[in-house]
């Protein structure tokens, strides 16, 4: 069993940063596929960013070039920098993860069958 634990959310001015992280527990943390979601009100949860095991990552096209995800297996710990944020970027940010490594599906950023979700860190963006 993993627990996900996310800090780092808060208000920012469009443009500005911020730094997610995501704390993983209970399970071999080298192991796990893990990921960044989103969601804002009335809009449909998507997936914004994800790292393997290898450390090979995925992003979605919203975020490509903005948004860098990182893994510190000696830490237990995932990370989202985000740069240059936007007033669209406002939403829930959810850390999850799936045992074993990614699968097709969540590398590809489909929510199907992750494992395990983390409670949530709000990110407010002003412009």
């Known amino acids: 069993q993993v627990q996900l634990v996310e800090s780092g959310g808060g208000s920012v001015q469009a443009g500005g940063s911020l730094r997610l992280s995501c704390v993983a527990s209970?399970?071999?943390?080298?192991?796990?596929?893990l990921g960044w979601f989103r969601q804002a009100p009335g809009k449909r949860r998507e997936g914004v960013a994800v790292?393997?095991?290898?450390?090979?990552?995925n992003y979605a096209k919203s975020v490509k070039g903005r948004f860098t995800i990182s893994r510190d297996n000696d830490k237990n710990t995932a990370y989202l920098e985000m740069n240059s944020l936007e007033s669209e970027d406002t939403a829930m940010f959810y850390c999850?993860?799936?045992?074993?490594?990614?699968?097709?599906?969540?590398?590809?950023?489909?929510?199907?069958?992750?494992?395990?979700w983390g409670q949530g860190t709000q990110v407010t963006v002003s412009s």
């Open positions: 209970g399970d071999t943390f080298s192991s796990l596929c």
């Open positions: 999850v993860a799936r045992r074993g490594g990614c699968s097709v599906s969540l590398y590809a950023l489909e929510a199907a069958d992750v494992e395990y």
């Open positions: 790292i393997s095991t290898q450390k090979r990552t």
